[in-house]
């Protein structure tokens, strides 16, 4: 068997990003495409090549780098975190009296798009409701392990000094009503059976952002609903998906190929974004070398690529004739760049490892199934 090289191997890994054409982006590490090479799947080299370097970690928005990973596994990760990772949210909306000027259907759907977030532990206890069907006319009773209950109840009032209202020609609604403004934090959990334990008052179910605002109202409307919220996943509805948004991108790759000097130099990081280019002066060591291309021109500024990861590939530098030649545009095609803000009620690291179990327990189920065919 033959054995390709290192910078053989590094060359097949990248993606050619030229001024008009994207090239070489079909993935070639399988067995039978390279004669004489042996690309069959081992789990030990998996293993070797396999990277995972974090970027930034903030609670709610995560950055990470997934590196010697194939495009399908990369692709149904980020599926999984879009739709197929649990979460709660309001279902159902129980309207006893709403007098205000938004319509009912209208007020449900903006309830149902609130994110929730609650003690960790109470919201994996809580096990899926069944909702009937004419299908199946079967249902699961609302029970303290499947049904969340919240309240909404909010009345408009004027604002009164003593025994008389607020001064006549006053305009700010904040000092001539009380609850003008309805806010998610004007909903209140209220548990049952044991639901005390699972998510005790230090932890209880509660809107993410409380300050969302929900209705207007003035003195005389009210809003007097009960919501019973459900474990879904976005497949279902997208209020269901746990994150704002989870995407990937392929690292990019730049390689100046000859000296960008001077002017040119300063031209050619303008065509980036900042700080993937940077400018530095060429060594006595560089001018010395014959061949490098820097001789006679020490201390002048040169062209470097500190960090590739900033650049959004705009091909920009290559619309200039003086670069064409000179650098050569890419992205690595087993190196993915993943984003992925959380709505709330997961930590946006954690929402990673929730979809390699997913896909985990995927694997077991389509395995067994597998074997059940194999007997």
């Known amino acids: 068997m033959v054995t390709p090289s290192q910078e053989e191997l590094e060359r097949r890994r990248i993606v050619g990003i030229n001024a008009e054409t ?92 609130i994110p929730l977030k609650g003690n960790r532990e109470g919201l994996n206890w809580m096990k899926w409701y069944k909702k009937p069907t004419d299908d199946d006319p079967r249902a699961s009773t609302p029970s303290d392990y499947n049904t969340i209950v919240l309240m909404l109840n909010v009345t408009c009032t004027w604002k009164e000094k003593g025994l008389e209202k607020a001064t006549a020609g006053e305009t700010d609604p904040n000092r001539l009503y009380n609850n003008h403004n309805v806010y998610a934090h004007h909903m209140t959990f209220h548990p049952i059976g044991q639901q005390n334990t699972y998510f005790p008052p230090s932890a209880p179910i509660a809107p993410v952002h409380p300050d969302i605002l929900i209705a207007k109202l003035r003195p ?119 984003r992925i803000e959380s709505s709330g009620q997961w930590d946006s690291d954690e929402l990673f490892l929730e979809s390699v179990r997913v896909l985990k327990v995927k694997c077991q189920r389509m395995k067994r199934g597998l074997e059940g065919l194999m007997r």
């Open 22 to 113: 994207v090239t070489h982006i079909t993935s070639t590490d399988f067995p039978g495409h390279w004669p004489g090479e042996d690309h069959s799947w081992d789990l030990e080299h998996f293993k070797k090549n396999f990277k995972i370097q974090f970027h930034t970690n903030a609670q709610h928005d995560a950055s990470f780098s997934l590196i010697g990973l194939d495009a399908s596994v990369a692709n149904a990760f980020r599926r999984i975190l879009i739709a197929e990772v649990p979460t709660l949210a309001i279902e159902d909306v129980f309207i006893y009296n709403n007098t205000s000027i938004i319509q009912d259907e209208v007020l449900s759907h903006r309830l149902g798009l």
């Open 220 to 338: 005389g409307q009210c809003i007097d609903l009960r919501m019973h919220c459900m474990k879904g996943i976005g497949a279902d509805h997208a209020k269901f998906s746990p994150v704002a948004t989870a995407s990937y991108r392929l690292m990019p790759s730049i390689n100046i190929a000859a000296p960008i000097l001077g002017a040119d130099a300063r031209k050619f990081a303008r065509c980036f974004p900042r700080g993937v280019i940077a400018l530095q002066p060429v060594t006595a060591e560089e001018a010395a070398r014959k061949g490098s291309g820097y001789e006679g021109h020490e201390r002048e500024v040169k062209a470097v690529v500190v960090d590739p990861m900033r650049d959004t590939v705009s091909r920009e530098c290559l619309r200039h004739e003086e670069f064409k030649d000179k650098v050569k545009l890419g992205r690595v095609r087993d190196h993915f760049i993943f």
